[in-house]
């Protein structure tokens, strides 16, 4: 049996609201549970724009996104960003302490059901290669390492099936970027097999080590192997 992918992008395109360019040419493409995705392109190719409208972040101009096999909604876009986490390459934090960031997704509706675990995210800044005082610092008083560490923790304790990452390690101290890839496994190999990533960056070494699936893009294309028609497109 053919496995469902965790997100299909299923003929979707991005354009400039203002001037008309077609910013993501029409692009198919499946994430599956298991599968760690790498994207290098040059700049302005389309990489950031192509992520933003996998997490449906920006309006698509044509085509749809599924969700284990389902188009997702309007109304499921909330839950399918809990599913489907962004990660940007600078990050915007709250005033306040680094645990009170930590906290803020917990005040979301979409996160009602959920508790803050202090103790788990201590782990996860353990895993960073922090001091557990590191929760009590401000916003205000970190480094960009720290703020994308903070970041990232942010998403990794609600335990997200997929990421996208932007390149999240662009501009960072090499022990920065180390501790965002160390944070990043660890989150996959807790789930093995039951998660997916896509990591985009400018770094072939970088994208080496963080994918078992390299693409490229250029010019808004997505260089990816042509798949099988869904159902959708076969039945027409």
Known sequence: MTQIPLVLADGIVRRDALSGQTLLQSTRFALSAGE????????????????????LLDPLDAGAILWRGAPVSRAAIPAYRRN?????????????????????????????DVRFDRDYAASLVAQAGRSSDFLDKRASELSGGEAQITALIRVLQLAPPVLLLDEPTASLDPESSH????????????????????????DPAQAARMSERHLTMRAGTLDEPALAPTRTESSR
């Open 36 to 55: 760690r995705v790498a994207i290098t392109g040059p700049s302005g190719s389309g990489k950031s724009v192509f992520l933003r409208a996998l997490a």
């Open 179 to 202: 501790a965002i890839e160390t944070l990043v496994r660890a989150w996959f190999d807790a789930a093995r097999g039951a998660r997916a990533s896509i990591w985009v960056s400018h």
């Open 84 to 112: 489907v986490a962004y990660i940007r390459q600078r990050p915007a934090l709250l005033d306040g302490s680094v645990e009170d960031n930590l906290c803020y997704p917990f005040e979301l509706r979409a996160y009602r």
